[in-house]
């Protein structure tokens, strides 16, 4: 069940196993020091040898339990520098661990897969425990346990994992039909049924333990020791003893619970599996040390004790008020803020109700900047904190958490949630007794949001703003989900849904449509398969009904939809209908890659019908568009296509506000039938029409962020230089103005902007040290900057750019974005970078309006990305006492 074919694809002439749990190797000194069973020291040292010559080539080495080393030896031993590639460089590396400890593995550079072992899936549950149970007395029990698992998703999910899945099927039938709520019930059960095996084996009524708190005196005193020892060796981190530290018990009173195995010579034992040492532990700490909570405190941020501090938490429930300071300590940093251009900043606040939001690609979240910067920003999520609450069952704790949460949101980003971890955390929603301000779930697959929204059974979840990434494979789960989410309440919905394509997709934003107090909806709907052959099909009733659903909608005053796939463009049909009738919608964006059948037609009614939406956003094809009328009230205006264009004159009113416009189009006449235009966005194909602009904007007094486009193929002669230059000295009211050719964006020298009073944005390049001090004198006087690009070309001096640049950070409150290259990073060679950017992160770090600061450093980022995380708490903890109420600036590291 969990592999097909090969595990190792690649010929090895080694594979060498080495069990870190145990001392010899979790202390090994040399490679021959892994060899611990050994039938000759010479050989196996000659053959060591070898491979530390070769370097480990054609060497496999499987470090088991990495999570069962102390941080001592995860930070200097043999395994982490043969990890970390300091020693075998050529030889591969399989490490396993449980997820609280991969962190540190993860950060590792040497690293080159994740992969995450998620168990058993919902089928191969059900064929466990089918296969389990077909041959036994209780064949009858398994088609109700799996029943019985649908009703109960919260034990259901500890199912993934092997051994608790036996464990339940084990308990179940044991119990007659019962199911357990928690892992410290399943456990304490399990080891009930355990000890009953064992005493019936030696002629004792196993009817008569009727609980581990009431087991018979003899019994009780052998258990007692048991967990005594578990406790003991757990604190010192052993997992294997010898027979003198059991010398206090015979093997008659392991109670069934240990098991011995050979070691060289020497016979070892340990218990059934970790987790039973972890929750015998539990129960010392629990029923016999006098202080719990105190030996609680003691291991808390022990990662050894992560399990047994769960166990601890479903013995005691937390009930000593004492444990409510792990809940409370600070406010938690977790929503992830976003950064963005000034450009940026004012058209999404005309397309969008909440312009935080940023409707980027999804791709753009997999760059590695941005994982960066999450990961060394944002606070780890407390998974161990809604793991100990789940645990314990303690309702207040919930809403004690809750209200550390800082801003009442949260990013799931960085966070790794097992299947048990979402039910966890639906469990701490559930019981919050919060109105959540946004929850970013990110991406979860069925199995994952099912898990999530069974656990919601208090009610619906209440939350300002929702995001989440979903792949499903048929429409039908995808409706059983988003009829789930119906019943939340929401006022903004951000939901991508990864799907086969199918011609019934409908059915899943007809769902999203029932959520009582929508007032924005970003959808978008993505093939799985793009090469699908699958054409829509709806019946007309279907596409009806989700027209005549968004027709009648009152609430909903933002509306994004994009579609990949012509499965689904009967979709986007009704959609466009549905909207046309609208009256409350006030934003329109439609994204669609095909051409849909009759789209001139349902556009033109689109344009002239529609009275209510200012801001209009499609990316739609329409080659035969014919645009008579425009009874839209446009303030804003974004298209992809040139024939969208013809309904620029057609407009009513004073015109736009706002044109994104991403092809060649007569200026004067955008000028002349939008005098009040305030944001533009155009692409121009010749050097004549890029000089034409630039004359139009010599006397334009209302025009604020302007982006263009230049085509790659353009040649640009000084005349275009002069032209900027006169613009931005004749030009007093433009704040943002930004200038491609092609892909790369313009730089321009300082002079250019040395008259302007109006820029807050500007894009300076330095070509030697010399301009580095009058590029700093110009912006210095310039009180009003908030973005500032700089590009440093050779040979410019970096180490006294950078210098120059915190000395003026340091004078200027006002700057808000700061983005600059260090080309090929020779810098980060010098003696005294680290010293430099020292200063210089302070500095960014205690600013009273720095947001944002991306540093371009050619091959060399990991370098500046090490050094950040190395120096985080000191600039955390600088941050907190210099500018507590202001939000950490983002430090990003590109190439």
């Known amino acids: 069940m969990w592999s097909n074919g090969s595990l190792v694809r690649q010929h090895y002439d080694l594979v060498l196993y080495c069990p870190l749990r145990n001392a010899k190797i979790a202390e090994a000194k040399t490679i021959a020091d892994l060899f611990i069973y050994r039938s000759s020291a010479h050989a196996m040292s000659s053959i060591a040898e070898w491979f530390e010559n070769n370097h480990g080539k054609r060497l496999l080495i499987f470090f088991d339990g990495w999570d069962e080393l102390s941080e001592q030896f995860r930070q200097s031993s043999l395994a982490t520098s043969i990890i970390h590639k300091e020693m075998l460089f050529h030889c591969s590396v399989i490490v396993t661990s449980r997820s609280y400890a991969s962190s540190s593995l993860l950060e590792m550079s040497s690293i080159s897969k994740h992969i995450q072992v998620i168990g058993f899936s919902e089928k191969q549950i059900a064929k466990v425990i089918t296969e389990t ?17 649908e009703i109960r998703g919260d034990v259901k999910s500890l199912c993934y994992v092997p051994l608790v899945c036996s464990m339940v099927i084990l308990v179940y039938c044991k119990e007659g039909g019962h199911l357990p709520t928690t892992l410290t019930q399943l ?3 399990f080891i009930l049924q355990t000890i009953r095996r064992h005493v019936k084996r030696h002629d004792i009524n196993p009817h008569t333990l009727g609980s581990l708190s009431s087991l018979p005196p003899e019994l009780a005193e052998h258990f007692q020791e048991l967990c005594r020892i578990a406790y003991t060796n757990l604190a010192s981190t052993q997992m294997t003893f010898s027979s003198h530290q059991l010398q206090s018990l015979s093997e008659e009173d392991y109670l069934g619970l240990m098991t011995t195995f050979m070691e060289y010579d020497e016979e070892k034992y340990q218990f059934l599996h970790l987790s039973i040492q972890e929750f015998l532990a539990a129960w010392w700490i629990a029923k016999h040390e006098t202080k719990t909570e105190e030996v609680f405190k003691d291991h808390f941020d022990d990662d050894h004790f992560r399990m047994c501090l769960r166990f601890v938490a479903g013995l005691t429930h937390l009930e000593h008020e004492s444990y409510q300071q792990y809940f409370n300590a600070k406010q938690l940093g977790l929503h992830m803020e976003e950064a963005s251009t000034e450009f940026e900043n004012c058209s999404h606040s005309e397309f969008y109700l909440n312009s935080v939001i940023k409707p980027v690609p999804w791709e753009t979240y997999d760059d590695d900047p941005f994982h960066t910067y999450l990961s060394i920003y944002l606070d780890k999520f407390p998974i161990l904190l809604i793991q100990l609450i789940y645990e314990s069952q303690n309702t207040q704790l919930c809403q004690v958490l809750a209200q550390s949460i800082a801003d009442q949101s949260f990013c799931l980003y960085t966070a790794i949630l097992s299947l048990f971890d979402w039910l966890c955390l639906s469990y701490f929603i559930d019981n919050s007794n919060t109105k959540w301000n946004h929850l970013d779930l990110e991406v979860l697959d069925e199995q994952k949001m099912n898990t999530f929204t069974k656990g919601l059974t208090n009610g619906c979840l209440t939350c300002k703003v929702l995001e989440c990434s979903v792949y499903v494979k048929k429409v039908d789960d995808g409706i059983v989900l988003a009829k789930k989410i119906s019943f939340f309440c929401i006022q903004e919905y951000y939901f991508h849904c990864n799907i086969e394509p199918q011609h019934n997709t409908y059915l899943i934003l007809l769902q999203l449509f029932k959520i009582s107090q929508l007032k924005v909806l970003h959808f978008s709907l993505m093939s799985s398969n793009l090469h699908s052959d699958a054409v829509a099909n709806e019946p007309i009733d279907a596409s009806m009904e989700l027209e005549n659903c968004i027709a009648r909608n009152t609430t909903l005053q933002e509306m994004r939809i994009e579609i990949d796939h012509d499965a689904f463009l009967d979709t986007v049909t009704a959609v466009i209908k549905g909207v046309t009738r609208n009256k409350t919608i006030t934003s329109f964006h439609l994204s669609c890659s095909g051409y849909i059948p009759g789209s001139d037609e349902i556009l033109e009614q689109l344009l002239m019908e529609n009275t209510t939406i200012e801001a209009l956003s499609l990316y739609i094809g329409s080659p035969s568009l014919k645009i008579k009328e425009v009874n839209m009230p446009l303030r804003a205006l974004e298209t992809r296509h040139f024939i969208m264009s013809k309904l620029l004159p057609l407009l009513q009113g ?11 189009h007569p200026l004067h006449l955008i000028f002349s039938s939008h005098p009040n235009l305030r944001i533009l966005e155009v692409s121009l194909d010749t050097e004549e029409s890029v000089g034409e602009l630039l004359t139009i904007l010599q006397t334009n007094t209302t025009l604020k962020a302007l982006k263009v486009k230049i085509d790659y193929k353009t040649i640009l002669t000084t005349n275009f230089y002069i032209n900027v230059q006169n613009m931005l000295r004749l030009n007093q009211t433009l704040s943002y103005f930004e200038v491609y050719l092609g892909s790369p964006k313009l730089y321009f020298p300082p002079s250019y902007i040395k008259y302007n009073t109006s820029l807050q944005s500007v894009h300076i390049s330095i070509s030697t040290t010399e301009e580095v001090k009058s590029a700093i004198d110009t912006i210095s006087h310039m009180n009003y900057l908030t973005e500032i690009n700089f590009k440093l070309n050779s040979p410019v001096d970096e180490t006294h750019f950078i210098l120059t640049v915190t000395d003026m950070l340091q004078s200027n409150t006002t700057i808000k974005q700061l983005c600059f290259n260090l080309r090929d990073g020779f810098f980060l060679s010098t003696d005294h970078w680290r010293e430099t950017m ?25 370098i500046l990305n090490d050094f950040l995380k190395e120096h985080k708490s000191l600039l955390l903890s600088k941050h907190e006492q210099e500018q507590p109420h202001r939000q950490l600036p983002i430090v990003i590291h590109s190439y």
């Open 133 to 149: 149970l077909e041959d036994s007395v209780d064949s009858h029990l398994a088609m109700k346990l799996i029943n019985d698992l």
């Open 187 to 189: 456990y304490e059960n």
């Open 654 to 664: 004073d015109g736009l506000h706002c044109l994104i416009l991403p092809y060649s």
């Open 838 to 862: 020292q200063h210089f992160y302070e500095t960014v770090f205690t600013h009273p309006s720095i947001e944002y600061i991306e540093i371009g450093v050619k091959n060399k980022k990991e």
